[in-house]
């Protein structure tokens, strides 16, 4: 099977930048994407195919991948920023994984 | 506008089967490139994929959960219904459905807001 290593929480002031990163064997050659989930809420993409931002989704979201790690960065952070993240892949052989999530504090 | 909505029971008891349905609306599972997934996430606890179809009816199932698991279209009625052989307490979580399309590298675009299911005697 494959999985996915994420740091278990990160915290961050307001307006300065939170960087969470998931780790996977050659993740950079996978479709990686980024889920927000707010508590009591169903989760919500924020980034596919580690960079492309979905509409709605502010420029204060970027994503990369490459070789063993993909990191989701959020610049100016906001206290609406405070949330669980979960990266997921997807290939032709492991189909869907989901990584352990980062729950994000806001200071 | 795309929506999805679960639906099943609240409550099963041990070694019971688990039947969810997913209803959507604002696509076709019948349009090429598209699924519905299921994923669950116990308490506090990460999410998990355990299921998906495809517009062919090709299925997927996660690697740990394969025996247990079903997942069936109804393209006429515009439902995903997964089910789950053998219900543990550990299986006590909430379960989503999800649209995913193949252009987005099979990314989950839209959710249902979820379904409670509770495992106890």
């Known amino acids: 099977s494959y999985a996915l290593t994420q740091p278990s929480s990160v915290s961050v002031a307001p307006g300065q930048t939170a960087r969470i990163s998931c780790g996977g064997n050659?993740?950079?050659?996978?479709?990686v994407h980024w889920y927000r989930q707010r508590p009591g809420q169903a989760p919500v993409l924020i980034m596919y195919f580690g960079s492309v931002r979905p509409s709605g989704i502010p420029e204060r979201f970027s994503g990369s991948n490459s070789g063993n790690t993909a990191t989701l960065t959020i610049t100016r952070v906001e206290g609406g920023d405070e949330a669980d993240y979960y990266c997921?892949?997807?290939?032709?052989?492991?189909?869907?994984?989901f990584g352990p999530g980062t729950k994000v504090t806001v200071l | 506008q795309i929506t999805l909505k679960e639906s099943g029971p609240a409550l099963v008891k041990p070694t019971q089967t688990l039947t969810l349905t997913c209803s959507f609306s604002?696509?076709?599972?019948?349009?090429?490139?598209?699924?519905v997934g299921w994923i669950r996430q116990p308490p506090g606890k990460a999410l998990e994929w355990l299921a998906l179809?495809?517009?062919?009816?090709?299925?997927r199932y996660t690697p740990s959960l394969k025996r247990r698991l079903s997942i069936t279209k109804d393209t006429s009625k515009n439902q995903v219904v997964l089910t789950m052989t053998n219900m543990d307490p550990i299986d006590t979580g909430t379960y989503y459905c999800?649209?995913?399309?193949?252009?987005?590298?099979?990314?989950?675009?839209?959710w249902g807001q979820g379904t409670g299911v509770t495992v106890s005697s």
């Open positions: 997921q892949v997807w290939d032709a052989i492991y189909n869907h994984v």
């Open positions: 179809i495809y517009w062919d009816d090709d299925k």
């Open positions: 999800a649209h995913s399309v193949e252009a987005l590298g099979s990314a989950f675009d839209y």
């Open positions: 050659n993740i950079g050659t996978k479709s």
């Open positions: 604002g696509f076709s599972l019948t349009t090429s490139r598209v699924g």
